[in-house]
């Protein structure tokens, strides 16, 4: 097949995902200042739709990550055809695990899906080791890091306010949520829409269209819409189980788990890390209510939000891997 209409396949599914990732990704964002009823849905999914476009068009660390540390896209036989089994394996869980209300990580899912496709491809000598390590690192430590200062930003917030009146803690922080989950909408953006300018821009070197890692313009502009207008379509499935099911946030912990996640995710896009936004926000969700009350959690419902973390990257690798085979045999 000739190379731009597989460049062109890659670009729609990119975007597609880039699609999916915002309205599957939104939900964590705004899911706590809307169940606190600081913000309303449609200004809460207005606001998450501009400041994740924004913070889309800023930075590229990310996106120069992913395209390069999994595998080295100029190496790659067949690299085009790897990235449209990725995003066919990458989109399908998404999907799977939104139709369920299941606050899955994109991230992990790409990720997953691009390795188990160059191992299908290349075999493990097409991955580089310490690149990949590198993401799966930050990975599993940003949520760990996130359930300790949601916890501590919780426990300070409790002794300060201890003695003032609970209707007026929850008057103030309800007006101090819309700065927080702005916050927390730029920061998605400031990542997660720079997975699919990464895997643009390592399909367009894999083709032998660009010597570099490089983020051309135009493929940060297409992210960062098709993130916004994917943000704009909301996840109410998702809302409803981080923003209720996970326990009873008041404005106060909203505010807290907001300030914990958009610290961590901005931290690591400073530091060039792809992180998942969905463990990070979950986590700090976790810590908050951890130090509000530990029983005051369902843990029961933690424990499946945690398991499917924990089998995304190998589900994803092994349907990218199928996806790849199923292709060769047509290529």
Do not use: C
């Amino acid at each position: 097949m000739d190379i731009y209409i597989l460049v062109g396949i890659v670009i729609f599914l990119a975007l597609a995902f880039d699609f999916i990732n915002g309205f599957h990704d939104t939900a964590n964002a705004i899911a706590t200042s809307v169940s606190t009823r600081a913000l309303s849905p449609r200004m809460a999914i207005i606001i998450a739709s501009v400041m994740n476009f924004v913070g889309a068009m800023l930075f590229t660390g990310v996106a120069k990550k992913i395209g390069g540390s999994v595998a080295d896209p100029a190496k790659l036989e067949n690299g085009v055809e790897i990235v449209i089994a990725t995003l066919i394996a990458a989109i399908a869980w998404n999907l799977l695990t939104w139709w369920f209300g299941i606050p899955s990580s994109s991230s992990h899912a790409l990720i997953g899906s691009l390795a188990g496709a160059v191992v299908s491809a290349e075999g493990f000598a097409g991955i580089n080791g310490s690149g990949f390590i590198d993401i799966v690192k930050a990975l599993i430590l940003s949520p760990l890091i996130a359930f300790t200062i949601g916890f501590i930003v919780m426990w300070i917030l409790k002794l300060i306010f201890a003695k003032s009146s609970p209707h007026q803690i929850n008057k103030g922080f309800r007006t101090g949520q819309i700065l927080t989950a702005a916050f927390q909408s730029f920061t998605h953006g400031t990542n997660d829409a720079q997975k699919a300018m990464g895997i643009i821009t390592f399909a367009l070197v894999a083709a032998e269209l660009q010597d570099t890692l490089d983020v051309p313009f135009w493929v940060k502009l297409s992210a960062a819409t098709a993130m916004a207008l994917g943000t704009s379509v909301g996840g109410w499935k998702i809302i409803k189980t981080m923003g209720t099911k996970i326990f009873k946030i008041e404005p106060i912990n909203g505010f807290a788990a907001d300030i914990t996640s958009a610290s961590v995710i901005m931290t690591a896009t400073l530091t060039h890390l792809p992180v998942s936004t969905t463990h990070v926000i979950t986590s700090a969700i976790l810590g908050v209510g951890s130090a509000k009350r530990f029983s005051a959690v369902k843990w029961a419902l933690a424990g499946k939000i945690v398991i499917a973390w924990v089998i995304t990257i190998p589900i994803t690798a092994i349907l990218a891997a199928l996806v790849y085979r199923i292709m060769a045999l047509f290529m």
